[in-house]
């Protein structure tokens, strides 16, 4: 049976910037993040092998271990293998095959480490106001520092990215609760990527990242691609498409403890009937909101994602802003 591979769809709900802004001064920031996902991603690589190690830091203070590895052939296809814990995930793409097995329903922990790696890049939106671009000494480099606010429920968020001033990849990221600081970048091929990742959530290290990666020379060997389910699914793209549309995505009500903002993270999937289904808490910096974010999105709903003419399921991120709780 055919098989729609996964699409990642980022639902933010926030509201439209109204600050002004220097429109010369947006043009260099947006550029500055463009050329650091140039600097570091690995599209433009063909064959090339990447091991990772990570660690998670648990709220009781405990810490759990994992890892990832990838073997990439470029178009023709790669092999992914997954461990956490009890967890175990390989899969396989060979050009428009895929075969796959694995534990159980993958951790979050998993899902934040695909988000993070090789490293995490993204793009403004017109949420974003850019203030200025400060020249800074950042993790040891020198940097450029891009000073922005996100308007989140009408409330303004101070972020900063910091780009190297020389090699031009992301030195550190603070958004929202978020911090993340890329160090001792490796070269492999024209491309620069963190050695060492580190995550903070509201302060607290949440996850730790090593990786390496490098060139294979000649052709990827062929026992790479085997099936490890022993069979093969049809993959296939949309020729066309369309997203999935909110129609009705209420928010927490705000409290009344200031203007903070905690965002908790939610992952599940719209099905054709509109719904999220399987949700499940990604991130949070306040557990005790865990239940009412996921309360909240069971009653959210979409018009479906649209593939081929016909309504599909998509796997999605959603996030939730409690302001004042």
Not at 92 to 116: C, F, N, W, Y
Not at 254 to 271: E, F, P, Y
Request: charged share 20%; proline share 7%; with cysteine.
């Amino acid at each position: 049976m055919p098989r729609l591979l996964p699409l990642v769809l980022a639902v933010l709900l926030c509201g439209a910037a109204s600050q002004a802004e220097d429109v010369k001064l947006r043009e260099q920031a947006v550029e500055l993040m463009e050329i650091a996902r140039a600097a570091s991603h690995p599209g433009v690589l063909r064959n090339f092998e990447q091991t990772v190690t990570f660690r998670v830091h648990e709220p009781d203070g405990s810490v759990q271990e994992g890892s990832f590895s990838r073997v990439s052939a470029g178009a023709t296809g790669h092999r992914d293998e997954y461990t956490f814990g009890d967890y175990r995930h390989v899969i396989v793409i060979s050009g428009d095959r895929i075969s796959q097995h694995a534990t159980g329903p993958m951790p979050p922990e998993v899902r934040e480490l695909k988000r993070q790696l090789p490293i995490h890049v993204g793009s403004f939106d017109q949420s974003d106001v850019i203030h200025s671009i400060q020249q800074q000494k950042v993790l040891g480099h020198p940097a450029k520092c891009i000073e922005f606010d996100t308007l989140t429920n009408g409330v303004p968020r101070a972020n900063e990215i910091c780009m190297d001033a020389e090699r031009a990849v992301v030195l550190s990221w603070r958004v929202g609760d978020e911090y993340i600081e890329n160090t001792d970048f490796f070269r492999v091929a024209n491309l620069y990527e963190p050695a060492h990742i580190r995550r903070f959530l509201n302060g607290k290290l949440q996850m730790e990242i090593d990786q390496q990666m490098k060139v294979i020379d000649g052709p990827v060997d062929p026992n790479v691609f085997t099936p490890p389910s022993k069979t093969w699914d049809t993959t296939y793209e949309c020729s066309t498409s369309r997203r999935p549309v909110a129609l009705f995505t209420p928010q927490p009500v705000s409290g009344k403890n200031g203007d903070k903002i905690v965002d908790v993270l939610v992952h599940g999937d719209i099905r054709p009937d509109g719904k999220v289904h399987g949700a499940v808490v990604d991130s949070s910096p306040d557990p005790n909101l865990n239940a009412e974010a996921l309360q909240l999105i069971s009653t959210w709903k979409f018009l479906p994602m649209i593939c081929n003419g016909n309504p599909a399921t998509v796997p999605t991120d959603l996030v939730l802003h409690f302001q004042g709780r």
